[in-house]
């Protein structure tokens, strides 16, 4: 730390985080638009290109985000013609997010995406695994203690 002062913002691990993450999402901006999709969208389209038919509760866990944030994501997405959404029929409260085959199309140019922004971070593919690593670690850290 160059600054000894503990409260300034470059000291901050927080700041740090949250200014990469937005330096991610605006990476991601210009790979998406020609898909049509916004960050938020594209996270949960890579949900279920890796796993079809969650329940919308599973994606808003493995997001990290309640299940009435991502509905108005989800809507759009049907709208769109990428998923569609499907109630059970046991139980009508659960609701199944299904890729459309318009869905399904958009997962090559979703590998392509990964390459471009491997290429954007400009770190080596073995640094790059660490730190998503410690990230992880510190996200579940971070939810053990405020559970």
């Given at each position: 730390?160059?600054?000894?002062?503990?409260?300034?913002?470059?000291?901050?691990?927080?700041?740090?985080?949250?200014?990469?993450?937005?330096?991610?999402?605006?990476?991601?901006?210009?790979?998406?638009?020609?898909?049509?999709?916004?960050?938020?969208?594209?996270?949960v389209m890579l949900?279920?290109?890796e796993q079809d038919?969650?329940?919308?509760?599973?994606?808003?866990?493995?997001?990290?985000?309640?299940?009435?944030?991502?509905?108005?994501?989800?809507?759009?997405?049907?709208?769109?013609?990428?998923?569609?959404?499907?109630?059970?029929?046991?139980?009508?409260?659960?609701?199944?997010?299904?890729?459309?085959?318009?869905?399904?199309?958009?997962?090559?140019?979703?590998?392509?995406?990964?390459?471009?922004?491997?290429?954007?971070?400009?770190?080596?593919?073995?640094?790059?695994?660490?730190?998503?690593?410690?990230?992880?670690?510190l996200r579940k850290?971070?939810?053990?203690?405020?559970?």
């Open positions: 730390m160059a600054n000894q002062n503990p409260l300034a913002l470059d000291n901050q691990l927080c700041f740090s985080l949250y200014s990469a993450s937005l330096a991610m999402t605006q990476t991601y901006k210009p790979l998406l638009d020609p898909l049509g999709l916004t960050y938020p969208q594209y996270l949900i279920l290109w038919g969650l329940q919308l509760q599973e994606i808003g866990r493995r997001l990290g985000q309640k299940s009435g944030a991502l509905t108005p994501v989800i809507k759009r997405l049907e709208a769109e013609g990428r998923v569609q959404r499907v109630r059970d029929s046991s139980d009508i409260r659960a609701l199944s997010i299904q890729l459309t085959p318009a869905g399904n199309m958009l997962r090559e140019q979703g590998l392509e995406i990964q390459q471009c922004l491997l290429e954007a971070c400009a770190i080596d593919i073995t640094e790059l695994i660490e730190l998503k690593e410690k990230l992880d670690t850290n971070l939810h053990a203690n405020t559970d």
